[in-house]
């Protein structure tokens, strides 16, 4: 029994007295925003109605791992981070070693996801199969299946976990066999069970790795995309579904959906093809005046800059600059690492000039700079890097799910309104 599983237990009175005497009790009916017209009509920007412990942006400092800057946890590896995100701790070296085992032992994916992935037309997308290949094991469940059997509500987050450690133990096997499956590259790479979890992605991706740098860039990638609060289109989709007890399955399949949109998790794949885009055209890195043309044409036709901008930061993404640091260390000479680098140099100060002062956020998201990376240790088959996205994402989902079904959550359901109580109600205020 992970130590895990008895740590998350021992919050819950804690969490559940602080939600009910400190934060209810006390202020149930307070109001502590308004909502503008304008947020209405713009897909609830910065609305605040949600609770999300695991993680928090800041708009200046970026994502914060239960109040840890992520940029300090670069060293740690994603297990650490998953037992993070659920318990507010770092495991020490025996928790993280039980977690690790736990997670071997429920490792095997079963067969018929192997049959389902195979049976799928050959250009399906990557996104796709993934999203597939976990609602293939709904029938798994071990909440649907205690749920069904009269399971108490205060019983729901240990259900929850056991999901969980059974989606999150078969990622990496599965995600790597996606690989492998749809770019025709082989047998699957079985399990090393003397790896860690993010060791093993990047060995069973088939990548060659003689000095590790590749799983060491896996491993950084899993953590720093681990979970980005509650509101960003993936983790809201699948908190909305888990909030109906659907389960995480379900719910898991539901946010990699999100996660597949060129606006948000598809944006890495858009990103690198950009940068490729420029190699092309100018056989190698541009001159600043080149990359200048080059932006401002894109802009000219209606396009975004991909991997500028984000819907609550402010600067840099400080993932953007951790993964900077590793391309430092060990890719700088390549060209598509140059190029990124540029683009940092001309971007924002050309979607501040163009955008008139519209575009919020001018600076780089860590897409801008992800996928150049892969793409260096030769994972060069773009249309996958949002499963990769997706394989760390998914450690968010989970804690999420579990914290809400400890604190008995209900099901979530804003009020939407038509254009016709709109008018009225404006009409009315005027
Ligand atoms: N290039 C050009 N125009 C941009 C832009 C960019 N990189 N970022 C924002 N804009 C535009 C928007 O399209 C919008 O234009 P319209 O008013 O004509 O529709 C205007 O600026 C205002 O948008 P915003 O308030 O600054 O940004 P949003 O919160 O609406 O959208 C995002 C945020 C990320 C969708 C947007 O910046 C974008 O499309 N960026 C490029 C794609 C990208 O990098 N996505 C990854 C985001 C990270 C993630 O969620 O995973």
Known sequence: MPRLREKI?????????TIKDEILGKYADTVIGNVTVKQVCGGMRGIKGLLCNSSYVDPYKGLHIRGIPVVELANQIPEEIFYLLCTGE???????????????????????????????????HPMTMFSIAILSMEGNSIFKEKYGAGMRKADYWEATLDDSLEIIAKLPAIAAGIYRIRFSLGDLIPYDKSLDWGGNF???LGIPDPKGEFAELVR??????????????????????????SNLYYAVSAGLNGLAGPLHGLANQECLKFVLAIHEKYDGVPSKEEMRDFVLSTLKLGKVIPGYGHAVLRATDPRYTAFFEFGKKYCSKEETFQIVKKLFEIVPGVLKEYGGGK????WPNVDAISGSLLFHYGLDMFDYYTVMFGVSRVLGFCAQAIMARALQAPIIRPKSVTNEWLIDALKKKK
């Open 9 to 17: 237990r021992s919050r819950i009175p804690k969490m559940r007295s």
């Open 90 to 124: 770092i495991p020490d070296k025996d928790d993280l070693k039980r977690l690790q085992e736990e997670l071997y032992l429920r490792s095997k994916v079963p067969d018929h996801v192997w049959d389902v992935l195979h049976s799928l037309p050959k250009d399906t």
């Open 359 to 362: 575009i919020a956020d001018p």
């Open 220 to 245: 950084l990638y899993l953590v720093l995309h681990c979970d980005h609060e509650g509101g960003n289109v993936s983790a809201f989709t699948s908190r909305v579904v888990n909030s109906a007890l």
């Open 202 to 204: 990047a060995k069973m």
